[in-house]
Antibody, heavy 117, light 112 residues
Framework: DVQLVESGGGLVQPGGSLRLSCAASGFTSSDFWMHWVRQVPGKGLVWVSRSKGDGSSATYADSVKGRFTISGDNAKNTLYLQMNSLRVEDTAVYYC??????????WGQGTLVTVSS | QSALTQPPSVSGSPGQSVTISCTGTSSDVGAYNRVSWYQQPPGTAPKLMIYEVSNRPSGVPDRFSGSKSGNTASLTISGLRAEDEADYYCSSFTSTSSPFYVFGTGTKVTVL
């Protein structure tokens, strides 16, 4: 079965860094486009970034460009989102999700990132 | 890039049909047949219900259908059931390099 498991969220001060992980199983992530989508609790979904599962060909939303970086580890079938210079407005649940025919067909359970002093 | 516009809420009785609209622009919904719909019950991750305007992934009931006219896409739920109560989001590929996808504002479906 296809499964995506995110980890790495937590509480960080403004200006700090976090690295989120997305462990994929049941498929080879480097064969797919992988995306990060975030959601402020109680609010809507916002697309953050996408790349091939190995971290190549990355694209970012303007709001995170220059601060967030995607990378991948093919051996571990894991995608990472390095988040630097975090801002209060980056507080959200971050979902890892798989691209499928311009839809997003499998989603992780999400990991909460809280940026606060 | 602004979010796609959806009604905040729609409601219906069991067995009825409800339709959710999703209005974008000629740079997203109107430009491509790359609209998808997601169901999100409270406290859970989104689930893909429709992709490429009207295609259903395996396992999604045929009570869910999608369509598009101009800059507006629609999701119709026929034969409404209690378990359909959730938030629903549309999404579209965009012609801009960022964002790659734009999501809708979300619609709460209530089964009366």
């Amino acid at each position: 079965d296809v499964q995506l498991v995110e980890s790495g969220g937590g509480l960080v001060q403004p200006g700090g860094s976090l690295r989120l992980s997305c462990a994929a199983s049941g498929f080879t992530s480097s064969d797919f486009w992988m995306h990060w989508v975030r959601q402020v609790p109680g609010k809507g979904l916002v697309w953050v970034s996408r790349s091939k599962g190995d971290g190549s060909s990355a694209t970012y939303a303007d709001s995170v460009k220059g601060r967030f970086t995607i990378s991948g580890d093919n051996a571990k079938n894991t995608l990472y989102l390095q988040m630097n210079s975090l801002r209060v407005e980056d507080t959200a649940v971050y979902y890892c999700t798989r691209g499928y025919n311009y839809g997003l067909d499998y989603w992780g359970q999400g990991t909460l990132v809280t940026v606060s002093s | 890039q602004s979010a796609l516009t959806q009604p905040p809420s729609v409601s219906g009785s069991p067995g009825q049909s409800v339709t959710i609209s999703c209005t974008g622009t000629s740079s997203d919904v109107g430009a491509y047949n790359r609209v998808s719909w997601y169901q999100q019950p409270p406290g859970t991750a989104p689930k893909l219900m429709i992709y490429e305007v009207s295609n259903r992934p395996s396992g999604v009931p045929d009570r869910f259908s999608g369509s598009k006219s101009g800059n507006t896409a629609s999701l119709t739920i026929s034969g409404l059931r209690a378990e359909d109560e959730a938030d629903y989001y549309c999404s579209s590929f965009t012609s801009t390099s960022s964002p790659f996808y734009v999501f809708g504002t979300g619609t709460k479906v209530t089964v009366l």
